[in-house]
């Protein structure tokens, strides 16, 4: 069992910047490859972006490249999601995942994860 909690969300102006976090129990954070996704009011989950196992690979939905970074501290269990440029339409509830399968590369799918955070609110205003 993984718990993660997510937390970092807020209201921002648009144009400005927030670092969301997540925090994954467990002893080996290591072996997860860790996403970020996103979901506004009567949208689908949308994938934001990925990070594999070492930290050496990350991967971004078009949406958002460029502009958002995903990183991550294994030795805290911990991964972040800084978030740059922020428009309105970033509005959304932000959740992180993770994938305990030995797949890599590209993980842009909601049902290629195994756990889910309870997500945190990003609204930015106009």
């Known amino acids: 069992q993984v718990q993660l909690v997510e937390s970092g969300g807020g209201l921002v102006q648009a144009g400005g910047s927030l670092r969301l976090s997540c925090l994954a129990s467990g002893r080996t954070f290591n072996r997860y490859y860790m996403g970020w996704f996103r979901q506004a009011p009567g949208k689908e989950r949308q994938f934001v972006g990925g990070?594999?196992?070492?930290?050496?690979?990350?991967y971004y939905g078009d949406s958002v490249k460029g502009r958002f970074t995903i990183s991550r501290d294994n030795a805290r269990n911990t991964v972040y999601l800084q978030m740059n440029s922020l428009k309105p339409e970033d509005t959304a509830v932000y959740y992180c995942?993770?994938?305990?399968?030995?797949?890599?590369?590209?993980?842009?799918?909601?049902?290629?994860?195994?756990?889910w955070g309870q997500g945190t609110q990003v609204t930015v205003s106009s």
């Open positions: 995942a993770a994938d305990l399968s030995s797949s890599s590369g590209w993980r842009g799918r909601v049902n290629q994860y195994d756990y």
């Open positions: 990070i594999s196992r070492s930290g050496g690979s990350t």
